[in-house]
C-alpha cells in the first residue's frame, strides 16, 4: 500500500515525533530552508523537542522529499537511493 503525504500541509508534532522514531533529528532538517539559516542551526541546533515544534510550525523547515518503508527512511532527493527503497 502506498500513501502519499503533503508535507506542505504540515505533520503534527506528535506525527513528526513518530517519523522521526529513534533517528537523528537534525536529519529531517531542511539546510536550505531560510529559518534554518536565519536560525544559525548548522552551528547551534535547536533541541529535539524545539525542531520538532518548528518543523511542525513551518512545514518547509522538513528536508523533503521523505519515503519510508517499513523502518526505512529516505530524506531529500537521492535518487539512488530512493531506488533501492522503491
Do not use: C, H
Request: proline share 6%; charged share 35%.
Amino acid at each position: 500500500m502506498t500513501e502519499e503525504v503533503d508535507l506542505n500541509k504540515g505533520l503534527s508534532e506528535a506525527q513528526l515525533d513518530a517519523l522521526i522514531g529513534d533517528r537523528d533529528y537534525k536529519l529531517f532538517l531542511n539546510t536550505r530552508n531560510e529559518l534554518y539559516r536565519e536560525m544559525g542551526m548548522a552551528k547551534n541546533p535547536p533541541e529535539r523537542k524545539e525542531a520538532i515544534r518548528l518543523m511542525s510550525a513551518n512545514p518547509n523547515l522538513i528536508k523533503r522529499p521523505i519515503l519510508v518503508r517499513g523502518l526505512k527512511v529516505v530524506l531529500g532527493w537521492n535518487p539512488e537511493e530512493m531506488e533501492k527503497l522503491l
